[in-house]
C-alpha cells in the first residue's frame, strides 16, 4: 500500500522545475510505483508516480508460449503493436501490473527458447527515457501532500541546474576501524561529533561545533539528527562508501541503532558490486553519494596516487598535518587519547580539503552536467552503456523496432584504431593534425547505426545505401544514432562558447564512448560489423590522409588513431611551421568536403585540426631492436607565442616502475639533446653522483600492489617481497600490518634485494640503478646519435 498521507492534506500542485537526485520504484497491489526525489529551488521535493504499468516485447510467432503464464497471472496483457525485432519479426506488447512478472515471465521462457525484450529496463529508468529525459524536469500538475507531489507530469527542462546542498564527511578510527569521531562540514554547519567526556579546558582553537558523546550508541544518535535536521542533497567524501560510510554501518550495527542517512529518516540500501569483490554501492532515497576519487576519474583526472594528501598537494598545494601511514595512525591514537580537540581539527580539515578539491576541480558540477548529459542519477560512475541505451532506446522505438537482448550477437574480436608503424629518430619541425572526435564525426557522416544497419543489410536495393566497410549497408534515413551525435555535438560546441568545461567535458566523454559501447558484448546493441564500421573507416582515413600530406612533399613519421605526426622535412622557424600546419588542415578538410560529395553524395562531418607544433621531436625504437615504437615519444612543442614545453607520451618517465632518479633523468638528457646543449659530461656527472650516493633520494620505487600478498606464490614481483619485510617489521614493531590487502609500497634496491623504506637495512644496489635505469633509457636516447650510456660511463663505474 501507499505510504501517502491521508486525502485531506492534498493540495494542487503548480508546475515545479527540479533536478532528478535519486529514483526508485516498487511493485503494489495497484501497481508498480516510481518515487523521484528532486533538488528544487524551493528545497527537496518527493514526486511519487503510482499505479504505472511495465512493458516487454514477444516475438509474435511466440504467443502461444504465453498462453499458460497469461491465465496464471494477474495483470499481464498482450497488445498488438507497430514493432519488430532487429530481425524483422513483428512483436507483441506484454504489459504487467507489476515489473517483477516481466522478469518471471523471461525466466519462465528460457526453457522454450522463448525470448523476451527489453524486460531487463527498470521502471524509473524508461519512464524518463521515453520522455527524453536525463535530470532536469519540469513537473506539471499533479497533487501536493506537503513537499511529496503524486502523479504530475514529467518533461524535460534541460537548461535548469538546481541550488545543492553539500556537506563532506569524514570518520576517524583506530587501526581496527574502532570510532573515535565524525566530522560534518557544510554551508551552515560545522561539526565534530567526538566520543569521550568534555575537557575542563580545549587545548587548541576552534571554528566548529564539538560535540562530546559518551558513547558510539549516542554518535550515531547525533549523527541521524543531523541529517534530519540540515538535510543535505549530496555527501561527499574520500573513500566515502568503502571506508566511511561502511565503518558507519557497521559501528550502528554494533550499537543495535539503524543508520538513518536517507531522506524521511529511511537507511542506507546496501549493494555490492556484481564484478567487484568486496565493492559496496550505498544508494539512500533523496541524497546523492559522490566519492572524490571516483569523480575526479570519471572527470579524467589523473594523479600518481589518488590519496587525499597527494591530490591535495598537486591541487591546492597543501594537505593533512600528520605525515606518513605509520605516524597519522600513532598520531590518531595519541590525539585520541591525549588532546582530543587537536583530533577534531584534523577530521574537519580532511572534510575541508575535499570541498575545496571539490571547488577547484568543478567535481559537483562536472556530476550534475553529466547526469543532466548520460540520463544516469549523478553518483552512477561509469555505465556508458547504460547511458547509451537511455538516449537510443526511445528514438529506436519510435522507428519501429525493440531492442535486442545481450548475448544475441556472440562475442567477437573487432579492429581496434590504427596505429601507424613509427620512423624512429630526431626530428626537427614535426607537426601533428588531430581529427576532432574522429569516432563520433564517423558516426555522422558515414551514418553509423544498429537501425541503418538492420534497414542497409535488409533492403532489396543497395541503391542510396551508404556503403561502410566488410560489406556493410546503412540507411540514409532510418538512423537514430548520427542524430544523437549531432545533437551532442551541437551542445558541446554551446558549451565550450559559454566556457562552461564541466559540461563540454561530460559530452565530450559521452560521444567518445558511443563507438566503444557498441563494441562491448555486455551491451545489447553489441555487433562487431557496426564497431568496425567505425574503427575501419578510421583506419582508411588515417592512410588518405598520411597518402594527401606526403603527396604535398612532407612525411608522415607516425599515426595513431585520430592524430598524424608530419615531418616538415627541413628546420622550419615556428611562424613557418604553423602556417604550414593551418593550409594543410584547410586542404584536407576541404579535400574531405569535395570527396564524401563526389564519391557518396555525403555532407562531411570530419574535421582535422593543428593541435601541435614540435621544434625538435625523438621517436624512440622498441628496446632491443630498430623497428620504432608506438605510442611512445617526446618532443619540444612551441606555441603560436613562442613558448616552450617538454613533451613525454609513454616513455619511461610516466611509468611507475621507473624511479624519480630515471624521470629526472630522461627529462634533463632530452631537453640538452633539443637545445643543442652538451649533454656527455652531464651523463656522467649525473651516473658519478648517484655511485657516489648523492642521488639516493631519488632512487625510491612506488609501486602498487594489486592483489592480496598471500596470493603471490611463484614469481615474486620485488614490490611484493619488500611488502613483506614492511609487514614482518610492523609485526614486530605492534604496528598494523599496511600491505595485507593490497595498496602502495615504496622500497629501494640494496644488495640484498628490494626492501621497503620503513625497514632498509642494507647498502644500496648503486649497480642496479646505472644498469637498469639510467642505462636503458640513455641509449634509447644516444644510440640514434651514436654514442651510448657505457662509453661516457666505464671510466667512472671503474673509480667506484
Same mark, same amino acid.
Given at each position: ?61 511466440? =504467443? ?49 527458447? %522463448?525470448?523476451? $525484450? ?16 536525463? !535530470? ?21 527542462? +534541460?537548461?535548469?541546474?538546481? #541550488? ?15 570510532? $573515535? ?5 557544510? *554551508? ?46 549530496? /555527501? ?30 529511511? +537507511? ?16 539512500? +532515497? ?12 570519471? *572527470? ?11 591530490? %591535495? ?28 580537540? !587537536? ?70 574480436? $573487432? ?21 576532432? %572526435? ?45 542524430? /544523437? ?6 551542445? @558541446? ?12 567535458? !561530460? ?13 562491448? %558484448? ?46 616538415? =622535412? ?17 586542404? /584536407? ?18 574535421? /582535422? ?10 621517436? #624512440? ?11 611512445? $615519444? ?8 613562442? @613558448? ?15 624511479? #624519480? ?69 610492523? *609485526?614486530?614493531?605492534?604496528? #598494523? =600490518? ?12 640494496? @644488495? ?10 642494507? =647498502? ?11 642505462? +636503458? ?24
Amino acid at each position: 500500500m501507499s505510504d501517502l498521507p491521508p486525502p485531506s492534506t492534498r493540495v494542487d500542485a503548480p508546475d515545479l522545475q527540479g533536478f532528478i537526485l535519486t529514483r526508485d520504484w516498487r511493485d503494489t497491489v495497484d501497481g508498480t510505483e516510481i518515487v523521484y526525489w528532486l533538488a528544487t529551488d524551493q528545497g527537496p521535493r518527493k514526486l511519487v508516480l503510482t499505479g504505472l504499468t511495465s512493458v516487454a516485447f514477444l516475438p509474435s510467432r511466440h =504467443r502461444p508460449a504465453v498462453e499458460a503464464p497469461l491465465r496464471a497471472a494477474r495483470g499481464l496483457e498482450l497488445r498488438e503493436l507497430a514493432l519488430k525485432t532487429f530481425s524483422h519479426e513483428p512483436v507483441v506488447g506484454v504489459y504487467a501490473r507489476q515489473f517483477r512478472d516481466l522478469g518471471r515471465l523471461a525466466r519462465a521462457l528460457q526453457p522454450q527458447q %522463448s525470448p523476451l $525484450y527489453e524486460a531487463d529496463i527498470r521502471p524509473h529508468d524508461r519512464y524518463l527515457m521515453e520522455r527524453f529525459i536525463t !535530470a532536469s524536469v519540469v513537473v506539471e500538475g499533479g497533487v501536493r501532500h506537503g513537499s511529496t507531489i503524486v502523479d504530475g507530469r514529467l518533461k524535460p527542462a +534541460p537548461d535548469y541546474r538546481p #541550488p545543492v546542498r553539500l556537506v563532506s564527511l569524514d570518520i576517524e578510527t583506530s587501526a581496527t576501524e574502532d570510532l $573515535y569521531s565524525i566530522a560534518l562540514d557544510s *554551508a551552515d554547519d560545522r561539526v565534530v561529533f567526538m566520543l569521550g567526556a568534555a575537557p575542563v579546558a580545549e587545548t587548541c582553537p576552534i571554528d566548529f561545533r564539538l560535540v562530546y558523546c559518551p558513547s558510539r550508541l549516542a554518535m550515531v544518535d547525533q549523527l541521524n539528527a543531523w541529517f534530519a535536521d540540515h538535510d543535505p542533497d549530496v /555527501i561527499v567524501g574520500w573513500n566515502v562508501v568503502q571506508f566511511d560510510l561502511r565503518v558507519l554501518q557497521k559501528t550502528a550495527d554494533a550499537c543495535g541503532k539503524p543508520l538513518l542517512l536517507g531522506r524521511e529518516g529511511r +537507511p542506507i540500501a546496501w549493494r555490492t558490486h556484481p564484478g567487484k569483490q568486496g565493492y559496496l554501492f550505498a544508494p539512500m +532515497p533523496g541524497r546523492v553519494v559522490i566519492d572524490g576519487i571516483d569523480a575526479l576519474r570519471a *572527470a579524467m583526472w589523473s594523479f600518481p596516487s589518488f590519496s587525499l594528501e597527494a591530490v %591535495s598537494q598537486e591541487l591546492l598545494g597543501e594537505g593533512k598535518d600528520i605525515g606518513d601511514a605509520y605516524d597519522k595512525m600513532a598520531e590518531i591514537e595519541r590525539r585520541y587519547r591525549e588532546d582530543q580537540p !587537536a583530533l577534531a581539527v584534523y577530521n574537519i580539515r580532511e572534510c575541508a580539503l575535499v570541498l575545496r578539491i571539490f571547488e577547484k576541480a568543478k567535481l559537483l558540477q562536472f556530476v550534475l552536467e553529466r547526469a543532466q548529459t548520460t540520463g544516469l542519477q549523478a553518483d552512477h560512475f561509469g555505465g556508458s552503456i547504460a547511458a547509451f541505451s537511455h538516449h537510443y532506446l526511445p528514438r529506436m522505438h519510435r522507428l519501429g523496432y525493440v531492442a535486442p537482448n545481450v548475448g544475441d550477437i556472440a562475442a567477437k574480436a $573487432y579492429p581496434g584504431g590504427y596505429v601507424m608503424d613509427s620512423r624512429p629518430g630526431f626530428y626537427d619541425s614535426v607537426v601533428v593534425l588531430d581529427y576532432k %572526435s574522429l569516432y563520433p564525426s564517423i558516426i555522422r557522416t558515414f551514418l553509423v547505426d544498429p537501425v541503418g544497419l538492420v534497414e542497409g543489410m535488409a533492403a532489396a536495393d543497395p541503391t542510396g545505401l551508404v556503403e561502410g566497410p566488410q560489406g556493410t549497408l546503412f540507411s540514409r534515413d532510418r538512423h537514430a544514432l548520427p542524430d /544523437i551525435v549531432t545533437t551532442l555535438w551541437h551542445a @558541446r560546441d554551446a558549451a565550450k562558447q559559454a566556457k562552461n568545461e564541466p559540461l563540454s567535458q !561530460a559530452l565530450k566523454l559521452l560521444m567518445n564512448s558511443f563507438s566503444g559501447v557498441l563494441g562491448a %558484448s555486455e551491451c545489447r546493441f553489441f555487433n562487431p560489423q557496426l564497431v568496425s564500421a567505425v574503427t575501419l573507416r578510421g583506419h582508411a582515413m588515417m592512410k588518405l590522409t598520411r597518402d594527401f600530406v606526403e603527396r604535398r612533399g612532407y612525411q608522415a613519421i607516425y599515426g595513431d588513431t585520430d592524430s598524424i605526426f608530419v615531418w616538415l =622535412r627541413r628546420p622550419h622557424s615556428n611562424a613557418e611551421a604553423h602556417a604550414v600546419a593551418a593550409d594543410l588542415v584547410r586542404d /584536407i578538410n576541404a579535400w574531405w568536403t569535395e570527396r564524401l560529395r563526389v564519391e557518396h553524395d555525403l555532407e562531411n562531418f570530419l574535421e /582535422i585540426e593543428f593541435d601541435t607544433h614540435y621544434a625538435k621531436f625523438f621517436m #624512440p625504437t622498441i628496446r632491443g631492436s630498430d623497428v620504432g615504437s608506438k605510442k611512445r $615519444y617526446a618532443g619540444l612543442s612551441v606555441d603560436a607565442a613562442g @613558448r616552450e614545453a617538454m613533451v613525454f607520451r609513454g616513455l619511461e618517465m610516466a611509468r611507475s616502475d621507473w624511479t #624519480p632518479l630515471a624521470r629526472q633523468f630522461q627529462d634533463a638528457l632530452l631537453s640538452r639533446i633539443f637545445r643543442g646543449e652538451p649533454y656527455r659530461d652531464y651523463v656522467r656527472d649525473y651516473a658519478q653522483s648517484t655511485l657516489a650516493g648523492r642521488m639516493d633520494d631519488l632512487l625510491v620505487y612506488r609501486k602498487r600492489l594489486r592483489h592480496r600478498l598471500d596470493a603471490y606464490h611463484t614469481n615474486v614481483p620485488p614490490q611484493v617481497r619488500a611488502a613483506r619485510l614492511a609487514d614482518e617489521h610492523n *609485526a614486530s614493531l605492534g604496528r #598494523p =600490518r599496511l600491505y595485507q590487502h593490497g595498496g602502495w609500497i615504496r622500497y629501494v634496491m640494496t @644488495r640484498s634485494g628490494p626492501e621497503p623504506l620503513e625497514a632498509q637495512a642494507s =647498502r644500496i644496489d648503486y649497480e642496479h640503478y646505472l644498469t637498469k635505469q639510467l642505462q +636503458p633509457i640513455a641509449d634509447a636516447i644516444l644510440q640514434p646519435l651514436g654514442d651510448s650510456f657505457a662509453a661516457l660511463t666505464t671510466s667512472q663505474k671503474a673509480l667506484f
